[in-house]
């Protein structure tokens, strides 16, 4: 019902940026809120922005002022800019979509992308 394709994930060196996209696609007019997690071998999956249809954000504590999440509406499309990376941001990201189409919770989940950051 909903697709999401992310990208924009690599190498980079300790200090440097990336900026990760996630294009939705399907039936998303009931999506409630748009959201990046990431998850390091061996580790749970963690919250890590957070963007709702009104344009709220949140942030982990871990990456608040060096990561921003935003959206591009014309294109389904969320972003989530990553500053001053360090070796602890390396994990797989995900992008996560939750829509409210009545009264219930409907999630997805991209496949992920590799952000690996160099020492």
């Known amino acids: 019902q909903v697709q999401l394709v992310e990208s924009g994930g690599g190498l980079v060196q300790a200090g440097g940026s990336l900026r990760l996209s996630c294009a939705a696609s399907?039936?998303?007019?009931?999506?409630?809120?748009m959201a990046w997690f990431r998850q390091a071998p061996g580790k749970q999956r963690d919250l890590v922005a957070l963007?709702?249809?009104?344009?709220?954000?949140g942030y982990a504590d871990s990456v608040k002022g060096r990561f921003t999440i935003s959206r591009d509406s014309a294109k389904n499309t969320v972003y989530l800019q990553m500053d001053r990376l360090t070796p602890e941001d390396t994990a797989v990201y995900y992008c996560?979509?939750?829509?409210?189409?009545?009264?219930?919770?409907?999630?997805?989940w991209g496949q992920g992308t590799q952000v690996t950051v160099s020492s």
């Open positions: 996560n979509a939750v829509l409210m189409p009545t009264t219930r919770t409907i999630t997805y």
């Open positions: 399907g039936s998303i007019s009931s999506l409630n809120s």
């Open positions: 963007i709702t249809r009104g344009g709220y954000t």
